[in-house]
């Protein structure tokens, strides 16, 4: 299934996500850009699940980063440990209005306020074997080009429009 919606006028957002959590996505992308990522959100992974954010380093390390705007958010899901087997640090991310000690000690937090981010806590590294990785590398970068590709064919204008 296709992550992007080229009938709203925006195709690269697809709608599932609250206000909220777009917001606290603004902020970790931000972070995670001025830390020379590369981020994707909503990368479905080989086990079905879909991460809220994922990116890749200049290293080749990939983080994914579990998405929280409150605490009900974090009760009723319980998938998030399965992010493990697909990344070399697993990170909760959230806003001001969520106690932090909800979050395990065993994964990275992250602080957003939308316009930024703040990293309150290293997660420990899982390196990926590396078929996993080259497997995950190659379905990020394919995704990305097809959204690229979505994007550009949803603006209506041909190159020499531009």
Excluded at 21 to 31: D, P
Excluded at 53 to 70: M, R, V, Y
Excluded at 93 to 99: L, R
Aim: charged letters at 30%; proline letters at 4%.
């Amino acid at each position: 299934m296709t992550l992007l919606n080229i009938g709203s006028n925006n195709p690269l957002v697809d709608g599932r996500q609250s206000a909220r959590a777009m917001m606290v996505r603004r902020g970790v992308q931000r972070l995670l850009d001025e830390m020379r990522h590369a981020v994707l959100p909503e990368l479905t992974l080989a086990n079905g699940r879909r991460a809220d954010l994922i990116s890749l380093s200049a290293k080749g390390e990939i983080f994914i980063i579990e998405i929280k705007t409150s605490i009900e958010d974090f009760r009723v899901d319980r998938k998030w440990p399965e992010y493990r087997d697909y990344s070399d640090r697993l990170y909760f991310a959230t806003h001001k209005d969520v106690p932090l000690e909800i979050f395990p000690e065993d994964c990275g937090l992250i602080l957003s306020d939308g316009y930024g981010a703040h990293l309150l806590r290293e997660a420990p590294e899982h390196r990926l074997s590396a078929a996993t990785r080259k497997s995950l590398t190659l379905s990020f970068a394919r995704t990305a080009a097809q959204r690229l590709l979505t994007a550009e064919r949803a603006t209506g204008q041909s190159f020499e429009d531009v």
